[in-house]
């Protein structure tokens, strides 16, 4: 009886916030509570409901919310990371749905960053699930017991791709330095994790340009094992949460309506190239939460990643997220195929319900100024060209079910154009940033190297700046925001 009277005023004192949290084709986050509080072992199990649209299982792979939890004590402006119980038997899912926990090694410790919950079984439609609880063991948190706090909670909706071979480059060698088997115009098969050779001798990975010749070492993340990735890029109300939870300090770094060197901005609180959002005092907003977000550079795209848990993707898993295992298409777009339409019109409000009505378009791309909704020049939301019975290229979806990996705007990823990124060893994020707003993970390259590739072209570029193999500006140091470039994180795939 006292143990219960004690969770009642622990629970009391938390105030729940998030009805919507990390949209991505309407993921939301509903009913938030504390289930029960387990005062001798120093952990709560966080209740909610989670449900998002268009989920999916098949005999090739299946979509996940990536499910993590922030909380602030009472009187501190800070927001910390919730270190979640490190076993999927500490959570529990409804029946027909599972869980893993992706886990951070923070000094010498395993931490739960968060959980994966996707279908067990085959099947498709939107999912709705009740009473979800996550275990959050608050003591390793070192808060004490009945701290006054606040809780939010995010999902973020992701694609698992397979472990598996596939190719990179093109069929002939023709795209802008593109990955090739030195020795013939042919792409090259990647078949598993280990050292890769590069140079002008015959059999190695090799590209025209932005390649260094020697290794690429084992450690660097080359999409042959299984990642998560995804579905969308970074959408404009997932960038407002984002936002949100940082301390001033963090937030005058990562505030893209500035326009303080190194970084610049979009220079207003006003919308441009559709980029709606507006921070006033501190305090982010925006009016398309579902629009795909602009003005990201990659200090921006890293710090959102080390804050959820996840990392960057490289340059080899983009190909892979693209093609799959399927051979290659030459001049192929992450639809499989050499076809493509652009965007011209939109029909209905821009509420995250509109649709595109330009007939067979597929893509946002090559300058066209929309016509209907908001109109203008800029991204759309994720996932827009995607209707029940679409064929994937109709979907404009790349072969795992991933979206807009051509066009919309540019996909930052880390390449093997020198040491800086082949150094990176694929280390998540462990929920939080340095004092200024910059992620702190070992290895990851920062905001000015040429470590970066922009993959995948953008809602201003021509037709072969979408093609998945072209890599003409890989080697291009990301210095300031830009309104054609976003961010795609992924997360290695827990093993359990």
Request: net charge negative; with cysteine; proline share 4%.
């Amino acid at each position: 009886m006292e143990n219960k009277k004690r969770l009642l005023v622990f629970i009391a004192m938390i105030f729940l916030l998030l009805l919507r949290q990390g949209r991505g084709n309407n993921i939301q986050i509903q009913n938030v509570t504390i289930a029960s509080w387990e005062m001798n072992e120093d952990y709560v199990l966080v209740q909610f409901d989670l449900s998002w649209e268009n989920s999916f299982r098949d005999e090739v792979n299946w979509d996940a919310a990536w499910v993590f939890v922030k909380y602030q004590l009472q009187g501190s402006s800070e927001w910390q990371h919730a270190w979640l119980g490190t076993t999927a038997a500490e959570h529990t899912v409804p029946a027909g749905y599972s869980c893993t926990v992706g886990s951070t090694t923070i000094d010498t410790i395993n931490r739960g960053m968060g959980v994966f919950i996707y279908r067990s079984a085959n099947g498709s439609g939107n999912t709705s699930l009740a009473d979800v609880q996550i275990r959050w063991v608050y003591g390793a948190n070192g808060v004490a017991d009945g701290a006054p706090l606040t809780l939010k909670v995010f999902a973020i909706e992701m694609v698992y791709v397979p472990q598996g071979p596939f190719y990179l480059g093109d069929a002939d060698a023709d795209l802008y330095y593109n990955f090739y088997t030195y020795g013939t115009s042919g792409p090259y098969l990647v078949t598993g994790e280990g050292e890769i050779p590069l140079g002008q001798t015959t059999g190695y990975l090799w590209a025209p340009n932005y390649v260094e010749a020697g290794a690429l070492p084992a450690a660097f993340p080359k999409g042959y094992d299984a990642f998560y990735c995804m579905k969308y890029e970074i959408s404009q109300g997932q960038w407002v949460d984002f936002f949100n939870t940082l301390a001033d300090s963090q937030k005058t770094t990562r505030d893209m309506t500035s326009y303080v060197a190194p970084l610049w901005g979009k220079y207003s609180d006003n919308v441009e190239w559709r980029n709606t959002i507006s921070i006033i005092s501190g305090f982010a907003t925006c009016t398309t939460p579902d629009r795909t977000c602009n003005y990201l550079c990659w200090s921006d795209g890293t710090a959102y990643a080390d804050w959820a848990g996840l990392r960057p993707m490289t340059e080899l898993e983009y190909e892979k997220a693209c093609r799959g295992t399927l051979p290659v298409v030459d001049d192929e777009f992450a639809w499989g195929s050499a076809d493509i339409i652009g965007a011209a019109a939109i029909s209905g409000d821009e509420d995250g319900t509109e649709i595109i009505s330009t007939a067979g378009a597929n893509c946002r791309y090559n300058y066209i100024p929309l016509a209907g909704g908001d109109g203008g020049d800029g991204p759309l939301r994720g996932g827009i060209f995607a209707r029940s019975a679409t064929t994937r290229e109709a979907a404009g979806s790349s072969y795992y079910g991933i979206m807009e990996l051509s066009g919309n705007v540019w996909e930052l990823a880390v390449n093997i154009s020198n040491a800086a990124g082949k150094g990176y060893t694929g280390l998540h994020g462990d929920g939080s940033l340095d004092d200024t707003g910059m992620s702190d993970v070992a290895n990851w390259p920062v905001y000015n190297s040429t470590a970066i590739s922009y993959r995948g072209g953008a809602w201003d570029g021509d037709a072969s700046a979408q093609r998945v193999s072209n890599r003409y500006l890989a080697g291009l140091p990301s210095f300031d925001r830009d309104g054609r470039n976003g961010f795609r994180c992924v997360r290695t795939a827990p093993s359990s």
